[in-house]
Nanobody, 116 residues
Framework: QVQLQESGPGLVKPSQTLSLTCTVS????????WTWIRQPPGEGLEWMGA???????DYSSSLKSRISISRDTSKNQFTLQLNSVTPEDTAVYYC??????????WGQGTQVTVSS
């Protein structure tokens, strides 16, 4: 059973960098695809970026100038970094993994608030 767990600070100051880690168990990040998705309060899900097990990365065009996703295969973890955050980046952040063509495996989500 593949399980994902997000971790990171729940409060980030404006203009700083948001950094979250997703730890995967029960499956290897060198296979399947893996992604970060967020949900701002009162809004729908927003896809942020993803990578394939082979190591290719894709990012949302609206976030491309501020986002970076990296992976540590030795720890079976992947990390989201979002630079220059504003209060509009306040959201519940999820990491997820693919099964077939869907994001099938999800973490429980972690609330990140951007506020001074």
């Amino acid at each position: 059973q593949v399980q994902l767990q997000e971790s990171g600070p729940g409060l980030v100051k404006p203009s700083q960098t948001l950094s979250l880690t997703c730890t995967v168990s029960g499956g290897s990040i060198t296979s399947k695809s893996w992604t970060w998705i967020r949900q701002p309060p009162g809004e729908g899900l927003e896809w942020m970026g993803a990578f394939r097990g082979g190591g290719s990365f894709d990012y949302s065009s609206s976030l491309k100038s501020r986002i970076s996703i990296s992976r540590d295969t030795s720890k079976n973890q992947f990390t989201l970094q979002l630079n220059s955050v504003t209060p509009e980046d306040t959201a519940v952040y999820y990491c997820a993994g693919s099964y077939g063509t869907t994001w099938y495996y999800w973490g429980q989500g972690t609330q990140v608030t951007v506020s001074s």
